[in-house]
């Protein structure tokens, strides 16, 4: 289980739930096929270590070089947050931005997100939220976020005034297929892309600019994240010009607990 699948960058490393297609959806729908046992593919036992590789690239007016990084997720616990318990994902270099703690609460009916250490002003008034509800249909689509005017705590035009933003994110189980990364290859993996748009409000000239984050993640029965590919849009704001950055990560090896060793 991984944040990055769920997460804008601009909310920090990370994305009201409601399912737009979901069991009853698969009972009434041919196209749409439910995943047995879907929990196998997001292990959460502490004391699990997942060990990935990544690279990342920024484009502006010229693309900048790329950049390789290792990142090394652990399962380390849990903890109490607005009365739930929920574990801590402890990642040493999430997408090359350095060390993040992920909170979040598996149970029967789906994956909750509960925020980020660090975390922002902004990010705080999201969470928590439902970020995959169970059990996952294939071609369904789950609105994961939905909230508007919300204030984010910052300025960014530099007239003194906070910006608001309206914020949007869903995901969408789009196909079970095998894939292979350097920890070996796995049979049995689903492909789930999300996207997650964030339109801000500028108070100074009263137009509008729009972030998006598209992630798109593979996970196999038993392990868990395998790889992942994002793009994220960051828009230009004042004499800023804007830019896309591309992150990846592959999985070189992992121990969960209980259970055999990938490849090292």
Not at 123 to 151: C, H, S, T, W
Not at 192 to 206: N, Y
Request: aromatic residues 8%; hydrophobic residues 40%.
């Amino acid at each position: 289980m991984r944040q990055n699948l769920f997460i804008v960058g601009l909310v920090v490393g990370a994305v009201c739930v409601l399912p737009s297609a979901g069991l009853d959806a698969a009972g009434n729908n041919p196209v749409l096929k439910e995943i047995q046992n879907t929990e196998e593919y997001f292990p959460d036992e502490i004391g699990s270590v997942w060990r990935y590789r990544g690279r990342t690239h920024t484009d502006t007016i010229e693309r900048l070089a790329e950049v390789t990084f290792s990142n090394e997720v652990s399962a380390i616990g849990t903890t109490n947050i607005k009365g739930e318990t929920v574990k801590i994902f402890r990642e040493t270099n999430q997408a090359n931005k350095g060390p993040t703690d992920g909170f979040f609460r598996r149970d029967k009916t789906g994956i909750t997100y509960y925020g980020s250490q660090p975390t922002t002003p902004f990010e705080q008034q999201l969470v928590p939220y439902r970020v995959l509800a169970f059990p996952l249909v294939m071609n369904g689509i789950f609105r994961q976020l939905e909230k508007r005017a919300v204030d984010m705590q910052v300025d960014l035009d530099g007239d003194g005034r906070h910006e608001r933003a309206d914020v949007v994110a869903d995901v969408r189980v789009v196909a079970h297929m095998p894939v292979t990364v350097p920890a070996g290859t796995f049979d049995d993996a689903v492909q789930i892309d999300a996207a997650m748009t964030i339109v801000i409000s500028l108070t100074k000239e009263r137009r509008v600019i729009t972030s998006r984050d598209r992630i798109t993640s593979w996970f196999a029965r038993g392990v868990g994240l395998v790889k992942y590919v994002e793009e994220i849009e960051a828009p230009p704001v004042l004499e800023t010009r804007g830019e896309v950055t591309y992150v990846s990560e592959e999985l070189e090896s992992y121990a969960l607990k209980g259970t055999l060793e990938g490849r090292l």
